[in-house]
Each structure stands twice: as structure tokens, then as C-alpha cells.
């Protein structure tokens, strides 16, 4: 990292018997310290799944091209008027046609940002939308029938839908998801191609895709490649190398409401958590950092003491839920897990408020169901909020006495009494057969260990038996999925430590998470409803969400689903504990949604 030009010049003011110390900053540009290994590598605001990442998405490519509605506000989740390139989304033809217009803003060739860009990006997804993955099939791009563009204003376009959609979830999950991209600098198949309406056809818009995304993959050109030059958002690039290493200045033609008024902002990459942290602690002044927004690691959040003359800690809590993954499928353990009675009594075993005092050290916020109790928002109602299952030994051993089972704290409870009818196991459950299961959780975190270790104390407490297992993240979540009749399929619980975020689809509904569609045997599960979760009322409240104009709707599908337990709910832990320079001002509130606003920040 090249060196940083900056000067400061500490004044005191004497008053009384005391005085005060205060440090003029003079430092014209700023610094954020990258995730681990976690480095920006994909520059076209059309990612396929294996580049949609925050470090390539919400903290590199949306400060260059800035999506068609943002929703980061102060903190909270909610459509952010001010930052959006179009006004609020006009329904009409009773939910079936929505109308956008936009604002005139211009990109910074001079050229202004029109209604034939977003039809330029509608036609990349919908080609390509196998790569988007943000894809559910049948909603966004399928629900989309046709797009006109308004021959009387280049400003306006208009969508119609498949069907009537309510307003929060079309603007929220649909709407969100779409760039206006430069069409007339980067609607080409080739470098030296001319640039046209290759687009329009599907053959084309596939040629144009496959070019840009070869040229985003390619890193090393980005400082001289012609098509990253054009932006729409406050930062253009300046320099990026391979190793994450990235400087971008202001764009001087940006429309938004906030202009920089740092001369750069730079990204820096680390490879370790101590070296970043080793970096902040080196740091001996305010005036004389190299890192102005970095990060404790959680597993050192006892050593924040040694970075407070300096850094301010600023928790990063985001628009997540988190989860232990049950596995209704499995063919031995799935009939006790099918029964809500039993995944109640597993719920009553999970002590949120210690496991966030005691392995969080307070950074982590609880998950109560389905919508996330933190930030508040106008979505999670107060039946969530109350957490429907709160920490109860004895309410636990009640519900499996009550229905069957011999409790055998400490030990291992067994089903004493299989069948059907009253008080009775459940189906599928036999004779005998032992509150016994295996959980593997992803490893490389004392934190994590502890959290597990602590569950499985907990469970014991009424005679669940977690068999605890370590494996890598990619090994975790690649055995977590539905087992097909007839084949090995032998995971019964897992965590990977990863929270479910709701973007770019910020209307926290189900459709992802808990889809379960056909019937029989061969069931169509939503993407990440890895467990096998089916519940014909839960189909019915997601439906209702996506329909409806109602808050009521997402306050029913919400209560139904936290009580429903198509997982078990556990804290969710903060993002980052960051650390931020004293001296850098309106770098505050974190933004929920993991995007970053450098255009505000300025030195005191």
C-alpha cells in the first residue's frame, strides 16, 4: 500500500485545572480495511453466484453503480428516496403494471442515465438468469410479461406483470435486484465491436454478456479497460490489482444528493485477522493510521481496550437471521424432527441470551422467527419480538414426556410409547428409537465451538443427545440439502456460521427459505430450504406476502413461521466489530445491508 501523505497539529485549551487534547486532522483520504481473504475481483454489477459477494457487491461495485432503488437508511431497512436513481415505483392496472421514472441524473460521460439502461439490464437477466443469484424461478425476471419504454419521456418505462404483485414485495424484491447499466458504452460482443442493440435479441444479449462478463473476470486490466471508466454512482476507479488492493476518487458529474469531499477512498486487503488488527494497533495517533475503518476479530473482542485511544468500536449488525439447519428429510431422524412438539422442545433448549453474553460477549442479536428483531423495522411485529420460545428446561421435558417419550436428562430420552394417537410419539417414530442426532458445524472458530458446545450442554438438559462434528464451510453447507429416495443422505443438523441476509431481496418473505412446491414424493424445495421444510400453511402466508398490499400479511406469515420452526432460531452474530478512526465523522450508522457510504465520511 503506498504510503499516506497526511500532517496533523494537536491544539490545547486550558480551562480551569483541566484540559482538553484535541487532533486536527488534515488526511485527505480514507481507508477500509477488507474482510479476510474477502477481496473485490468483479466489477460488473451482474454477478453470477461464485462473485456475489459484499466486498464485490455492496462494498465496491454499488459505490461505482449505484442500483435503481436503494434501501439502506440511517440504519434501517426502508426505500431511501433520496439515493435512488427514480422516483417511487407507480402501480397501476391493480398491481399488475408498475411505472418507473427517472430521476435525470446522468453518468459521468455527460450522457444521462435513461429508461433504455434499465431495459438493457432486464434484457441481460432475463437471457442470462441462470447466472443471477438472486433467481427464484417464476418471479423476477420471469414475472416480468413485457417492458415498454415511454416514446414521449426517455425517462420513464413501464413493467407488466404476470399477475398482480403487492407493492412492498414487487418494489422490495423484484425492483431491488436491477442496475441501470450504460448501454451505450457497454451493449457490444467484443472490445473492438462497435457498440449497438445486440441486446434486444436473446442471442445477442447472450454475446453481450458473455463479453462483459469475460472482461470483469479479468482484474488486472480494470485500471486501463475503457468500459469500468463510465459510472453512475459517487466513486470512479482509480487503481485495483489482483490482490484487492483498490483507490477510487470522486465522480465530480454524480447526481446523488452527497458529494465526497475526501480526494480518495482506499480499500487494502488482509489475509489474517491479526494482521489487520496488528495494523490498528500500531497505530499511535488518530492523525497517523493507515487503516481508518477496520475491524476487531470476535474471538479477540476481549483486547478492544488496546485500540480505544484511536478507534471508536461501532458493532456491525445487519438484516440477518441465523439458523441450525434440520434436516425433515432425513429418512431415520425426519419423522421426530416432522413433529412439532419435538422441534418445540429443542427450541425451549436454545438459550439465546446466554449464548450472547457468554460466546458473543454481547455482539449478536437473537432470532426469534423469520423477520429479524434488529435493526427495528416495520415488519417484525411484537409476537416475534416477544421470542415465542423462551428458555425453559422444564417446558422442554414436559413436551416430550407429554407426548411419548421417556426423558432421560443428562442421559439419552428414548420413545417409549410410538403411534399415533394421544400422547403418543408420532408417526414414524419407533419403538425405542433415541433423541440422538448429529450436528456438524463449520470449524476454524473458538467462538463457534463454544456456541455448539453450550447447545449441546443445554440439550442434555432434557435428554437430547447432539453428537457435535467439525467440518470446512464449503463441506458443511455442500452435505446440507434434501435427501432424494435412494441415495446416501445421512446429515441430520448443521450450522455453518453464515446468516441468512435478506438482500438483494429486502422484504424479509420466505420464497428463498421455506418454498416447498409439488407433492408426493417429489416435492420442489426454494433454494436454500435445505432441510426439506413442507407446511401447506406456511406456502399459503408466503403467498399472501407477495400479493398484498397489508403489512398484515408479512405480520401473519411472520408469527406462523417463528412458531412453525422450520429451523432452530440461534443468535445472529454482528457482521464485523468495527473499529473507527476518532477523527473520520459520518461514518455512521452502519448500514444494515453492508453497504458503505464513503461520500459521507470528512475529517475533523
Known amino acids: 500500500m503506498a504510503a499516506l501523505l497526511l500532517s496533523g497539529a494537536v491544539l490545547l485549551a486550558a480551562c480551569g485545572n483541566s484540559s482538553t487534547v484535541v487532533t486536527h486532522v488534515t488526511k485527505t ?10 477481496v473485490p475481483n468483479y466489477i460488473f454489477p451482474l454477478a453470477p453466484g461464485q462473485f456475489y459477494s459484499a466486498a464485490n457487491v455492496f462494498q465496491f461495485q454499488y459505490l461505482m453503480y449505484r442500483p435503481l432503488y436503494s434501501f439502506g437508511s440511517d440504519g434501517q431497512v426502508r426505500l431511501n428516496d433520496s439515493l435512488s436513481l427514480a422516483e417511487e415505483p407507480v402501480y397501476s392496472n391493480a398491481g399488475k403494471s408498475v411505472t418507473i421514472t427517472l430521476k435525470g441524473w446522468k453518468w459521468s460521460d455527460g450522457v444521462p442515465i435513461t429508461a433504455r439502461d434499465i431495459q438493457f439490464w432486464q434484457n441481460l437477466v432475463m437471457a442470462n438468469k441462470t447466472y443471477w443469484p438472486a433467481y427464484v424461478p417464476g418471479e423476477y425476471p420471469d414475472n416480468v410479461l413485457t417492458v415498454s419504454v415511454s416514446a414521449a419521456n426517455p425517462l420513464q418505462i413501464t413493467f407488466n406483470l404476470d399477475q398482480a404483485y403487492g407493492s412492498y414485495f414487487f418494489t422490495y424484491n423484484e425492483l431491488s435486484q436491477i442496475t441501470p447499466l450504460p448501454q451505450h458504452i457497454w451493449d ?89 488488527f496488528n495494523r490498528l494497533r500500531a497505530a499511535g495517533s488518530v492523525a497517523a493510521t493507515s487503516v481508518d475503518v477496520g475491524y476487531l476479530p470476535a474471538d479477540e473482542a476481549s483486547l478492544k481496550a488496546s485500540v480505544e485511544g484511536v478507534y471508536n468500536l461501532r458493532p456491525w449488525r445487519t438484516w440477518s437471521i441465523n439458523y441450525v439447519a434440520v434436516n425433515f428429510t ?6 421426530i424432527f416432522a413433529r412439532p412438539y419435538f422441534r418445540q422442545a429443542m427450541q425451549d433448549l436454545v438459550d ?40 425453559s428446561t422444564a417446558s422442554a421435558q414436559h413436551l416430550l414426556q407429554a407426548n411419548g417419550w421417556t426423558v432421560n436428562p443428562g442421559g439419552v430420552s428414548t420413545c417409549s410409547k410410538p403411534g399415533t394417537g394421544a400422547g403418543a410419539c408420532g408417526a414414524g417414530v419407533k419403538q425405542g428409537q433415541q433423541a440422538s442426532f448429529s450436528l456438524e458445524y463449520v470449524s476454524g472458530s473458538p467462538r463457534v465451538t463454544a456456541e455448539m458446545n453450550q447447545l449441546a450442554a443445554d440439550f442434555a438438559l432434557a435428554g437430547i443427545q447432539l453428537k457435535l462434528t467439525q467440518a470446512s464451510y464449503d463441506q458443511v453447507l455442500g452435505s446440507a440439502s434434501p435427501c432424494s429416495p435412494g441415495t446416501a443422505c445421512g446429515w441430520e443438523l448443521a450450522y455453518w456460521d453464515s446468516p441468512w441476509i435478506y438482500s438483494p431481496d429486502y422484504y424479509p418473505t420466505g420464497d428463498q427459505l421455506w ?13 436454500s430450504n435445505v432441510g426439506g421444510y413442507c407446511d401447506s400453511q406456511a406456502e399459503a402466508d408466503i403467498a399472501a406476502t407477495e400479493s398484498s398490499d397489508s403489512i398484515q400479511a408479512m405480520s401473519a406469515y411472520e408469527s406462523y413461521v417463528a412458531r412453525s420452526l422450520p429451523v432452530l432460531w440461534v443468535p445472529v452474530p454482528d457482521y464485523a466489530l468495527a473499529e473507527v478512526n476518532k477523527a473520520l465523522q459520518g461514518t455512521g450508522p452502519l448500514d444494515p445491508l453492508l453497504e458503505i457510504y464513503p461520500e459521507n465520511w470528512r475529517w475533523s
Open 29 to 38: 483520504s480514507a481507508t477500509f480495511a477488507e474482510q479476510p481473504n474477502a
Open 352 to 391: 439465546q441470551h446466554v449464548l450472547i453474553a457468554k460466546d458473543f460477549l454481547g455482539y449478536a442479536s437473537p432470532t426469534y422467527g423469520p423477520v429479524p428483531v434488529t435493526p427495528s423495522s416495520q415488519f417484525v411485529n411484537a409476537d416475534e419480538q416477544s421470542n415465542p420460545y423462551p428458555f
Open 330 to 335: 432425513n429418512p431415520v431422524s425426519g419423522p
Open 515 to 527: 418454498a416447498c412446491t409439488g407433492a408426493g414424493t417429489s416435492p420442489v424445495y426454494a433454494g
Open 188 to 276: 457490444r460482443e467484443s472490445a473492438t465491436g462497435p457498440v449497438g442493440n445486440y441486446d434486444e435479441n436473446p442471442a445477442g444479449a447472450h454475446a453481450v454478456y458473455a463479453f462483459l462478463d469475460s472482461q470483469s473476470r479479468n482484474v488486472a486490466t480494470y485500471n486501463a479497460n475503457p468500459l469500468w471508466k463510465v459510472v453512475s454512482g459517487p466513486w470512479m476507479l482509480k487503481s485495483m490489482d489482483r490482490a484487492g488492493n483498490l483507490k477510487m476518487v470522486p465522480n465530480p458529474d454524480y447526481g446523488g444528493p452527497v458529494k465526497p469531499t475526501l480526494r480518495e477512498f482506499d480499500e487494502v486487503p488482509f489475509s489474517q485477522e491479526t494482521e489487520e
